[in-house]
């Protein structure tokens, strides 16, 4: 999907598959993936305009996915409600494939 969520790490953007307001998954595409247990911060650029600063630790790595467990606050579930809206007015729904 071309409206997802950007990850960016120091000079690094990676595209997110998955958010919510304690964990966030990322591709890793350059195969640079961190070492489960470690610290991982950036800023999560949603597509309806809005970013947020988060930290989290790397509980899962496979296949250049990266999950992470975020640190409090983590992301207001007011921004991923604002994100679903924008998506939804950008025609794109949930659907079982």
């Keep these: 999907m071309a409206e997802r969520p950007s990850f960016e790490v120091g000079r690094m953007v990676y595209d997110v598959i998955d958010c919510s307001e304690e964990g966030l998954r990322f ?38 996915l990266v999950a992470l467990s975020l640190e409090k606050p983590g992301i207001p579930f007011a921004q991923i409600l604002a994100e679903q809206r924008y998506l939804r007015g950008k025609g794109y729904t949930l659907r079982d494939d």
């Design 27 to 64: 591709e890793a595409r350059d195969r640079r993936v961190p070492k489960v247990g470690s610290s991982v911060g950036g800023t999560v650029q949603f597509r309806h305009g809005e970013s947020i600063e988060v930290v989290g630790e790397v509980i899962r790595t496979r296949a250049g």
